[in-house]
Structures are given as C-alpha cells and as structure tokens.
C-alpha cells in the first residue's frame, strides 16, 4: 500500500541540503563566523578599555548653591541620572553610572569646596578618569573667571570610594555588538542572495513539481539558517566567554536567554532579508538594498561603540532600529544578570518590528 507523502520528512530534507550548502559556502562562514571572530580577539586582547559613556548622579547632601554643581550639570559631555535609593544604588552597582558625585563644604578657607566620588569596580576605569579630568576643568575655568584671590575654589578628594560590583571588561560591550552583526549580514545576505538564486535558478519551480507545499519549502530553508546562525552564536558567545572571560552572570541560564535573544532577532532579520529577496531586479542589485538595512544599523544602534556618544537629535534615530534593542538586551542579561521579563521594551520593539516586516514581506514574496 502506498504510504502517504510526508511534508515534515520533505522539509528536513530540504534542511539538510541547505545546511551542507551553507558549510559549503566561504562567504557565509566569513560572514557569519570569521568576520565576527575578528573583532572579538582584537578587542579581547586590548583589555579593560572600551566604550567611554560618562553617566553622573547627585549625591542627595549635595551643595547645591555653588558654581560647580551648576557648571556640571550643563557639560554636554556628561548626562545626570535623577535616580535615588534602591534604583541608584543598583546602576551604580551595576556600572551604569560612572560616579556618585557628593559636593560639600571643606570647612577650610582653601579649598572652600570638597568633591567626594562614589564609583563601583564594575565602572571602567577609563569612564572615571574622564570625569575627573571634566570635574578638574570645570574646577579651572571657575578659578580663572571667579576665583582668583584663593588657589583653588574645589578639589577631588583623591580616595575614590569603590563599592563591589562586576569588572567590566571590553568584551562585555563589543561581544554582543559582533553578535548582532552577525545575525543581521547572516539574516539579511545571506536569506535574500539564497531565495534570489532559488527562483532565477528555477529551483522553487522544480519543487512545484513535488507534493510538497510551498510554506513547508520556505520553512525547510529558513530553518537551516536558523541552525547554522545558532551553532555560529555558540561559537561566538562560547570563545568569548571562555578565551576572553565574557561575562554570562547566571551561567547557562543566562546564555540560554541569549540564545531565545538570539533566535527571535534572526527571525526579525530574516524578514529583511525576504523582502530584498522579492524588491532585487537583479542579483547585483541585492548588496545595494541589503546595504541600506543593514549599515546604519552597524553604524548607528550601538555595534561598535555607545550611542550616548552621538548627538542628541541622532539618539531617537539610533533607538528605533532593531539592532540597538538587540544589543541593550543582551548586554543587560549577560552583565547585568536581567531577566527576559525585565528586558519587556526590547523584546516589546523587535516584536512589532516582527509583525511589520513580515507584513511587508508576505505582501512582496516572489515564488517565479
């Protein structure tokens, strides 16, 4: 007797002849693998430098009627968090925070003012030294306009008090970037050059001849970018961590919720890479339309460097892309131990990121 046609066996198998092409493919483990991996050892054998992000806070027994505390909160270069209690307490822990800046008076005539600093080990260190440098300009310009009867109007007190916290380490900040790079030139190029070539080669054609259904086609090769970018992710995470001390607070739990991070955002990018798939005329015009998704995402959400450290008017741009809620969620739950619940606005944004561009790609997919 006949047995019936399997659409799950057929897709498998459409899986596995995927999979060995993408093995196969240099330009896919370049992309996804070796390009990535670069960056990493690089930024991994600098050390403990990196992104230079100076986030202040105001102790609350601060003098306030003086004109250090006025000067330091209109620097463009520094950014003054109102938290208190509990909250400050746990981004000063955290890093998040550069310094807790208490001014007080000295109760000497030189220097009248005292600036005490509160900072955490898990700040980087060279995030501090900025803001002394900042704190001791600000002290010099008031000295020379106001000041000039008396050495100094304020000092640093030299004795940073440090609180316990996490060593933050440069590849805790560029790991998850060359992570999303890695998902978005692997979601984007590689989906929209493979179904580009599936339909100019008449390949989806001569699946039609098949019993099997055209979304189980499109699923069986998805599926075996999805495997290979995850097996790519644990290879990138798995040499960070262990080469590089990349920090995962939780151990497994954490890089599993990286790898949940990881999967629905190579869906996302996907997406993307459908669409450039069904708008490409020909296939060199696929680099240019891939392009314009993906390099300002590398430029502008945070890859490379902080967004803080562009303008303001630039940062709102910055926040709307995927890849930026990419890499604020994952650098939350591998450093600062968040939970994926916590991580809600992120995973909130990529999902309706998810239903748009689905929407767009379902209403442009071209199977001939």
Same mark, same amino acid.
């Given at each position: 007797m006949k047995s019936n046609y399997s659409q799950i066996r057929? &897709?498998?198998? $459409?899986?596995?002849?995927?999979?060995?092409?993408?093995?196969?493919?240099?330009?896919?483990?370049?992309?996804?693998?070796?390009?990535?991996m670069i960056f990493i050892l690089v930024f991994g054998f600098i050390g403990s430098g990196g992104k230079v992000a100076v986030n202040v806070a105001f102790d609350p027994r601060s003098d306030t009627s003086?004109?250090?505390?006025?000067?330091?909160?209109? $620097?463009?270069?520094?950014?003054?968090?109102?938290?208190?209690?509990?909250?400050?307490?746990?981004d000063l822990e955290k890093g998040r925070i550069t310094a807790l800046i208490l001014i007080r008076k000295s109760g000497l005539e030189n220097p009248p003012l005292m600036i005490d600093l509160t900072s955490s080990e898990a700040v980087n260190p060279q995030n501090l030294q900025v803001l002394k440098s900042i704190l001791n300009a600000v002290i010099a310009g008031i000295n020379q306009q106001t000041f000039n009867n008396i050495p100094t109007y304020a000092m640093i007190n030299s004795n940073v008090q440090?609180?316990?916290?996490?060593?933050?380490r440069t590849i805790d900040f560029i790991l998850p970037g060359q992570m999303g790079f890695s998902l978005?030139?692997?979601?984007?190029?590689?989906?929209? %050059?493979? %179904? %580009?070539?599936?339909?100019?080669? *008449?390949?989806?054609?001569?699946?039609?001849?098949?019993?099997?259904?055209?979304g189980y086609i499109v699923l069986g090769e998805a599926l075996s970018r999805v495997i290979f970018q995850m097996l790519t992710a644990v290879i990138i995470i798995g040499v960070g961590h262990f080469a590089f001390n990349f920090t995962l607070v939780h151990g497994f739990q954490t890089f599993f919720e990286i &790898? *949940?991070?990881? %999967?629905?955002?190579?869906?996302?990018? &996907?997406?993307?890479?459908?669409?450039?798939?069904?708008?490409?005329?020909?296939?060199?015009?696929?680099?240019?339309?891939?392009?314009? $998704?993906?390099?300002?995402?590398?430029?502008?959400?945070?890859t490379f460097f902080s967004i803080d450290a562009f303008p303001s008017w630039l940062q709102p741009i910055c926040k709307i892309m995927p890849l930026t809620h990419f890499n604020i969620a994952m650098r939350n739950i591998a450093f600062e131990g968040a939970s994926l619940a916590s991580c809600w606005k992120e995973f909130g944004i990529l999902g309706i990121w998810i239903v748009v561009v689905y929407i767009v790609a379902f209403k442009t997919f071209k199977w001939e």
């Open positions: 057929a &897709m498998l198998a $459409i899986t596995r002849g995927s999979l060995k092409a993408i093995f196969r493919s240099p330009s896919a483990v370049i992309f996804s693998i070796a390009f990535p003086n004109p250090v505390y006025a000067s330091i909160r209109t $620097i463009a270069g520094i950014n003054v968090i109102k938290k208190t209690g509990v909250d400050l307490q746990e440090k609180i316990p916290g996490r060593i933050y978005l030139s692997a979601g984007v190029f590689g989906v929209a %050059f493979l %179904f %580009f070539n599936l339909r100019q080669q *008449l390949v989806l054609k001569r699946f039609y001849a098949t019993p099997i259904k055209r &790898m *949940l991070l990881s %999967f629905i955002s190579l869906i996302l990018f &996907m997406g993307f890479g459908f669409i450039v798939s069904s708008i490409a005329k020909n296939e060199s015009t696929i680099p240019p339309c891939a392009n314009l $998704i993906t390099l300002p995402q590398f430029l502008l959400a945070g």
